[in-house]
């Protein structure tokens, strides 16, 4: 005999998957969020407030006045505008009036060479910190760096202009502290000293992008020149001390020898015991032994 249950009301078959997801979505999220709330902050404000109570976002800083990023350990300016902020000690300074531009407007900038000494930092907010140095053992630079993983084109001594910086797709400028495609005009460059720094900069960086890893002439030049002057200096004392040997075997050859001690100058003899013999009587005795020997040889030849 089959047993008949009893109906239910036609839409609670149809509910009942969506209210047991619903139910278990619920039992999942609630400790999460509970957690949250009494939970201590697993991150640092050193001048703002931790948020954790309810956010899907994860915990994050209300930072106070003058403070951002995400610990609020950055500290930044707002500039008369009331929008541009800049980190890390820089400055605001006002932009040229651009083209189209609207009289009164005030546009303001960043300058980033007034930024801390201890880092070197870039972008629209100078909130971007270096990550290499391109000033040849030096801990950070004013204007030679590059951040956002950028690589450095040339090392350079102290005091030279910044080579560029080889900068990964996403980021782009002299030291890839923007976004593609976000990087203010050259009209946008304001005037004084920080501007004519970036122009010289921008353009040994343009010609490190032509000559690719071509060295920094002034140092390479003065280290060739050096070179030189040495070869030029060992090939000339090479010379003069071969001269001066060519000199003294000239004169051992070309100087007349004097006569002996044992011989006047008429040619006479001053050994003792040795008779006094003029030039006719040796003459004489030469040819005499010349007789002799020719008859000594006509003998032999009988």
């Given amino acids: 005999m089959t047993v008949l249950a009893p109906s239910l009301h036609p839409l609670v078959p149809r509910l009942s998957p969506l209210l047991s997801a619903a139910l278990i979505a619920l039992i999942v999220v609630s400790p999460v969020l509970s957690d949250q709330g009494s939970s201590p ?7 703002g407030t931790c948020v954790t109570a309810h956010t899907f976002q994860g915990p994050y800083c209300e930072c106070h006045a003058g403070w951002g990023g995400r610990g609020c350990n950055d500290p930044f300016v707002i500039c008369p505008d009331g929008v541009k902020r800049c980190f890390n000690g820089s400055e605001c300074r006002l932009l040229k009036r ?16 007034k930024a801390f000494g201890i880092s070197s930092f870039a972008g ?6 270096s990550t290499e ?32 910086c080889r900068c990964p797709e996403e980021f782009e400028g002299r030291h890839c502290e923007y976004f593609k495609g976000t ?10 000293d920080g501007a004519e720094e970036l122009e010289e900069a921008s353009k040994v960086g343009k010609v490190g992008q032509e000559g690719g890893d071509e060295k920094g002439g002034a140092p390479l030049i003065v280290v060739v020149i050096m070179i030189l ?20 075997g000239g004169e051992e ?22 008779s006094a013999t003029t030039g006719e009587d040796f003459t004489n005795e030469v040819r005499g032994g010349q007789d002799v020997l020719d008859v000594n040889d006509e003998t032999e030849i009988i």
């Fill in 98 to 113: 651009s083209v189209g531009e609207s009289a009164g407007v005030r546009n303001y900038e960043c300058d980033c060479s």
């Fill in 229 to 248: 002057a040495g070869g030029f200096v060992m090939v000339f004392g090479l010379c003069v001390a071969l001269r001066s040997s060519l000199s003294d």
């Fill in 41 to 47: 902050c697993p991150i640092t404000c050193e001048h």
């Fill in 253 to 274: 050859q070309d100087g007349t020898l004097s006569p002996p001690d044992d011989v006047d100058p008429d040619g006479s003899s001053t050994l003792p015991g040795a």
């Fill in 124 to 129: 629209h907010e100078c909130e971007m910190s």
């Fill in 133 to 164: 140095v391109c000033e040849a053992m030096a801990p950070s630079s004013a204007h030679a760096f590059c951040t956002n993983g950028g690589r450095c084109r040339d090392y350079v001594n102290p005091g030279h202009a910044h080579p560029g």
């Fill in 183 to 192: 990087a203010p005009s050259e009209e946008e460059q304001s005037d004084g």
